[in-house]
Structures are given as C-alpha cells and as structure tokens.
C-alpha cells in the first residue's frame, strides 16, 4: 500500500513543480538574450537584398526639391530618412543628418510620414533641410511598402537600387559612425 501512496504523492509534487520549472527555462532564456550583447534596438529587415518599393511621392509643397521618386536611386547610393515633424526622435537625430549632408558622395532623401506639409516646412525651416528630395507620404501607404515600423528610420539603397541596410529608431553622432556610415561605405564600394 505504501507504493500506491508513494506515486500519487510524487505526480503531484511534479505537477506542483512543473511551472517553476518552466518558469525558470524561460527565465534563463530569456536572460541570456539580455545579456548576449546583441543590439535589441536593431530590428531586421526582410527588404534587405531586395530592390527598394517602388516609390513615386508628391514633392514637399512650399520646397524647390522633387519628390521620392524610386527611379532616382539607380546609380548612386541613396540615403532615405523616413521623418515626421511631430516626431521628437525625429528632432534630437536632425543635427545627425545635417552633419551627414555634407557628405556628397551620396543622396540624402526623405519620406515625410504622415505630416502636414506646413508643419514638415516649418519643421525643415526651423532646423535645416539636409534633404536632396523630399517625398510627402500623407496616407502612409508608402512607409508600409518599405517596412516601416515608425519614425524615424533610414535606409541605404545601394546603386543597384536594392536596399543594403536599415536603421531602425533616431541616428546618433556615435550609430552614424559606427553603423551607418560603415554600410555607405560598402555601398559606395560597390559597382
């Protein structure tokens, strides 16, 4: 009898222990993705490798530059800042990007999300406009076509007008140096 009081005792003290021990799995999973040094900011793409959307957005109303195009792209790297005046990310990253514009050996491109064209130019008035093209995404269809998750977010198209890198989240003195800049670079040297 003994036996058969033994078993019953132990299947519950297993079902007891059960979701400690899942508990505890997952807790160590989780705790060595915290601490596995990857950069949990940085977000994949699945448009990497693949030519960039087609694009064709309404220049920026009030601006002397032309719109997105896609068909600009072909030949020449291209950086594209997805932005938005009412984006405080967008703010802070803006010195970043004023400071990349002096770069010629690429365009710099904007998709303005979801903005009033008024705010937008206020917005690059304000703060300078580092942009060789600004394309108005007002609907935000467009954003949704290069994978946007918000703003801000920059890509680098490549010559062969494919998409070689994403940036996800505002641009800083350092990521621009450390990450950015080091993708251009591929791009450039690339034929």
């Known amino acids: ?7 019953p005792a132990r299947g519950r003290r297993l079902i007891v222990l059960l979701p400690l021990l899942i508990f505890l799995v997952l807790a160590g999973l989780f705790l060595a993705q ?26 920026l109303e009030g601006t002397n530059l032309p719109g997105l195009d896609s068909r600009q792209f072909a030949g020449k790297v291209t950086l594209v800042n997805v932005f938005a005046s009412w984006c405080a990310p967008c703010r802070e990253e ?3 990007l004023l400071a990349l514009s002096q770069d010629k050996r690429f365009v710099m491109a904007a998709l303005n999300y979801k903005d009033q064209p008024e705010n937008a130019r206020r917005f690059l008035g304000d703060l300078g406009n580092p942009y060789q093209a600004i394309g108005v995404d007002e609907a935000g269809r467009a954003a949704i076509d290069w994978g946007v998750y918000g703003v801000p977010e920059t890509f680098v198209v490549g010559k062969d007008g494919k998409i070689a890198y994403k940036h996800v989240g505002p641009l ?11 993708e251009i ?7």
Request: glycine content about 6%; hydrophobic content about 40%; aromatic content about 0%.
């Open 172 to 182: 800083t003195a350092d990521s621009a140096e450390t990450l950015l800049l080091p």
């Open 34 to 59: 915290l601490l596995s040094g990857r950069d949990v900011s940085e977000v994949p793409s699945a448009l990497i490798g693949l030519p960039a959307p087609q694009t064709n957005l309404p220049a």
């Open 185 to 191: 670079k591929k791009a450039l040297a690339k034929p």
């Open 1 to 7: 009898m003994s036996t058969q009081t033994g078993t």
């Open 94 to 96: 803006h010195p970043v």
